[in-house]
Nanobody, 115 residues
Framework: QVQLVQSGGGLVPAGGSLTLSCAAS????????MGWYRQAPGRQRELVAR???????DYLDSVYGRFTISRDNAKKTVYLQMNRLEPDDTDVYYC?????????WGKGAQVTVSS
């Protein structure tokens, strides 16, 4: 099973920026999705952004134009640059990839945006 180690997150005022990173323990084929989900208490986990080779990244409508996902396959790392953060972006953010038919998740990182 792939281990995903997240870093980043924290507290930021509205309008600020944060970057999340997620490093995989083994190579993820560039054709496999790597992405970020978020979840608030009592709510379903939702896809924020995902990326794979050969197509444009997918974004949640509410973050489009503010968040940018990128990937460094040599470093086995995916990033989420979050700009113009809003209080509604407050959630726990999880890194995800699906490798050899198995879903793998990071431990999560709290992102809190103060108004």
């Amino acid at each position: 099973q792939v281990q995903l180690v997240q870093s980043g997150g924290g507290l930021v005022p509205a309008g600020g920026s944060l970057t999340l990173s997620c490093a995989a323990s083994e190579t993820i084929f560039s054709s496999n999705w790597m992405g970020w989900y978020r979840q608030a208490p009592g709510r379903q986990r939702e896809l924020v952004a995902r990326i794979r080779s050969g197509r444009d990244p997918d974004y949640l409508d509410s973050v489009y134009g503010r968040f940018t996902i990128s990937r460094d396959n040599a470093k086995k790392t995916v990033y989420l640059q979050m700009n113009r953060l809003e209080p509604d972006d407050t959630d726990v953010y999880y890194c995800h990839t699906r490798n050899e038919g198995i879903d793998n998740w990071g431990k999560g990182a709290q992102v809190t945006v103060s108004s």
